[in-house]
C-alpha cells in the first residue's frame, strides 16, 4: 500500500455516517466499533460519529425509561474501552442527576476526557427536544498538538453568535459538529450554506457528521462534509449511503489563531507515522428528483426492516400512485418481497386492468387478482333495506375502498406482510382518501408526496431504468378512483396542476386565502381547498406514518387540533 508522510502537517479526520436504529444498542455499538476499526486502519486521528450515535434519533418518549439510559450509558462504555489510539467524538444520552442531556463525549485512549452538552435545543417542527433534554451552558477546547479544536451538536451551528461564534473567539480552528439533521427536498442547499456562512464568518473549518438511513416517518441523507474557513467545501460523503469518509486537512491552511488560555490537551498526540495515501475526494451530487426518490427508497426499506417485516403487499389499480409505490418497494426490498393485488369491481376499466398487470410483469413481482364485485353486491343486499330510498353516494363509493382494504389487511395477517398504502399528499390533503379502506396499512410510501411530483419521479424512474417499467397509458389517462361511473378526480377537486400549489401555500406556508388568492388563483377554489383540508384532519390524524420529504408534513411537522371551532374569516374574501 502507497503511503503518505505525515510529517506533523496532516490532520486525518474520519466523518461515520452510520445508520443507527432507536433503541438497538448491541447493533449500534458493533456499528460503531467498526468504523472504529476502519479509522485506525486508515491512520485516522480523530473520528466523529453522529448525533445520540448509541441509542438512535429520535428515542422520544423512550427517554422517559431508565433502562433505555441505562443501556445508552453502556454502549458509550463499550465504545471507550475501543478507542486505542484515536480520539472518538459519540453522541448519547448523559444524565446528571434527573437531568438528561444529549451529548457529546470527547474520548481517547480508552478514557472520557470530556463530556459536551448541546445547548441550542431545536423546537419546532419535526422536533420536541425541549420536552426530553436541558441545555447545556458550558464548552471546552481541545488540543491535539498544536491544533485547537471545538466540538458542538446539530442546532448550535444554525444560531447565528452562539455557541460556535464563543468557540471560534477562544481559539477553535476546528469545529466538529455531529448532527441528525433529517431530509427534505433543498435541505442540502439549506445546510451547506450554513456551514459555508459560519465557516467564513468564524474562520473555522467546519467537519460536519450527519446520521443517514430512516426512523418512521423522518429520512436523514448523510452527506456529511468538511468546510474550509474560506467557505468551500473539501469533502462531501454520498448522500442516503453509510459509510466512512476520511479527509485530511493540512495543519498549514489552519486559521492562524491566538492560542487559547485554557484548553484540554488530549495525550493521543497526531501519529507522525506514515499513512496509507488516501483517494482523491470525490463530491458527489444528486440531481432533485434522484434525491427525492432514494429518500423514498431509504425510508420504504428501513421502516419495512427495522420493524422486523420482510414482505410487503399493496393493491394495484392500474394508477399513477400504485405505479410508483409498487416500483419504490421494488427497488428498496428485491422484487421477489414485494405482492401486488389487483381488485377490480365493475367500475374498473379493461385499460387499468391491463395497465396493472403490465406492471407487475414489467417489475417481476408476484401478484394476484381478486375481483370484489361479488363480495360488494352482497355488502349492498345487506344493506338495501337500511339505505332503501336515498340515493347512491360516497358511502356506496366507499365500500368498495373498504372491501379492498380488508383483503389486503388479509394477507397481511396470513402471512405477516406489511400493507403499503398508496395515497399522495394532494389526496391527503383534501381528505381525497377512505378510512378503513385505501388508508389501512402499516406504511404509506407516498404520503408526504404532491400528486404533480408522483407523475415526476414515475418518469425519473422509467428513465433510470431505461425502459417504460411503469406503462405509458398510466401516465395519460385523468386519474380517477374508479368508484363510480365516469369519475374523474377534477369532478371533486381542482385540477392538481391548481390544488398542489394552492396546497404549499395553506399547508407549508400557512397563508391566508386573501394573500393565496393575490397569486392568482380563484376565490372558489381556495375556500374549497382550505375547508377541505381543516375538515380532513380527522383522517389524517388515523393515517400512517409515511416518509417526510417536503418541508412541513402531515402529522409530525403539521399539527392541528381535530376538534377545532377556528374558521379563518372569509367573509372579505
Not at 422520544?60 to 472518538?88: P, W
Not at 453509510?242 to 485554557?262: F, H, N, R, Y
Not at 360488494?376 to 379492498?404: C, D, M, T
Not at 397509458?473 to 378512483?481: E, I, N, Q, Y
Amino acid at each position: 500500500m502507497q503511503k503518505k508522510k505525515q510529517g506533523g502537517g496532516l490532520l486525518r479526520i474520519a466523518m461515520a455516517q452510520i445508520n443507527s436504529c432507536v433503541g438497538n444498542f448491541e447493533a449500534n455499538t458493533q456499528k460503531i466499533l467498526e468504523c472504529l476499526r476502519q479509522a485506525r486502519q486508515s491512520g485516522c486521528d480523530i473520528i466523529s460519529f453522529p448525533e445520540l450515535a448509541t441509542c438512535g434519533y429520535p428515542p422520544e418518549d423512550l427517554l422517559f425509561k431508565k433502562s433505555f439510559i441505562r443501556e445508552n450509558a453502556r454502549a458509550l462504555d463499550a465504545i471507550r474501552a475501543n478507542t486505542e489510539g484515536i480520539v472518538a467524538i459519540v453522541g448519547f444520552v448523559d444524565k446528571k442527576g434527573t437531568s438528561l442531556f444529549n451529548s457529546a463525549a470527547i474520548i481517547a485512549n480508552q478514557k472520557i476526557i470530556d463530556i459536551y452538552h448541546k445547548i441550542h435545543l431545536p423546537n419546532y417542527g419535526v422536533f420536541d427536544e425541549k420536552r426530553y433534554f436541558h441545555s447545556g451552558v458550558r464548552f471546552s477546547l481541545y488540543a491535539v498538538n498544536d491544533v485547537c479544536f471545538g466540538v458542538n451538536i446539530c442546532e448550535d451551528i444554525w444560531i447565528n453568535d452562539g455557541v460556535i461564534t464563543h468557540q471560534a473567539k477562544s481559539g477553535a480552528q476546528i469545529i466538529l459538529t455531529i448532527n441528525a439533521s433529517p431530509y427534505h427536498m433543498g435541505k442540502i442547499h439549506l445546510r451547506r450554506k450554513v456551514l459555508k456562512e459560519q465557516a467564513k464568518k468564524n474562520k473555522v473549518f467546519m467537519v460536519y457528521t450527519n446520521l443517514v438511513g430512516g426512523q418512521d416517518e423522518l429520512v436523514f441523507d448523510g452527506q456529511s462534509m468538511v468546510v474550509s474557513d474560506k467557505g468551500k467545501v473539501l469533502s462531501r460523503a454520498p448522500a442516503f449511503k453509510e459509510g466512512v469518509d476520511i479527509v485530511d486537512i493540512d495543519i498549514t491552511d489552519l486559521p492562524k489563531k491566538q492560542k487559547p488560555g485554557k484548553v484540554m490537551r488530549i495525550a493521543c498526540a497526531i501519529d507522525k507515522e506514515e499513512k496509507p495515501i488516501l483517494a482523491k475526494a470525490r463530491i458527489q451530487k444528486l440531481k432533485p428528483l434522484e434525491d427525492v426518490f432514494n429518500a423514498l427508497i431509504v425510508g420504504t426499506r428501513d421502516y419495512v426492516v427495522k420493524n422486523g417485516f420482510q414482505r410487503v403487499v399493496l393493491g394495484l389499480s392500474g394508477g399513477i400512485d400504485s405505479s410508483l409505490v409498487a416500483a419504490i418497494a421494488a427497488q428498496a426490498l428485491g422484487k421477489e418481497n414485494v405482492s401486488g393485488i389487483i381488485l377490480p369491481s365493475k367500475f374498473n376499466s379493461q385499460d387499468s386492468y391491463d395497465d396493472a398487470r403490465e406492471l407487475a410483469n414489467n417489475l417481476g413481482i408476484e401478484y394476484k387478482v381478486i375481483p370484489i364485485q361479488e363480495v360488494f353486491e352482497k355488502y349492498l343486499e345487506l344493506l338495501r333495506p337500511s339505505f332503501s330510498g336515498v340515493p347512491w353516494s360516497v358511502a356506496e363509493e366507499n365500500l368498495q375502498a373498504r372491501i379492498r382494504g380488508n383483503i389486503l389487511m388479509g394477507f397481511s395477517n396470513k402471512f405477516g406482510w406489511l400493507v403499503l398504502t398508496t395515497g399522495n399528499k394532494s389526496e391527503m390533503g383534501v381528505g381525497y382518501c377512505t378510512l378503513y379502506g385505501d388508508m389501512a396499512g402499516g406504511f404509506a410510501v407516498i404520503k408526504d408526496v404532491p400528486k404533480t411530483l408522483v407523475y415526476k419521479l414515475a418518469e425519473f424512474y422509467n428513465a433510470q431504468r431505461g425502459k417504460e417499467i411503469i406503462p405509458k397509458r398510466v401516465f395519460l389517462k385523468a386519474p380517477t378512483a374508479e368508484l363510480k361511473e365516469n369519475q374523474k378526480d377534477s369532478d371533486s377537486l381542482p385540477v392538481y396542476e391548481v390544488l398542489d400549489p394552492l396546497l404549499k401555500y395553506y399547508v407549508e406556508d400557512d397563508l391566508s386565502a386573501v394573500e393565496i388568492m393575490r397569486k392568482g388563483f380563484a376565490k372558489g377554489d381556495v375556500v374549497r381547498t382550505m375547508q377541505l383540508v381543516d375538515k380532513s384532519e380527522y383522517k389524517r390524524r388515523q393515517s400512517p406514518p409515511g416518509v417526510k420529504i417536503t418541508p412541513r408534513a402531515f402529522g409530525r411537522d403539521r399539527r392541528m387540533p381535530i376538534t377545532n371551532r377556528f374558521k379563518e374569516e372569509m367573509n372579505n374574501v
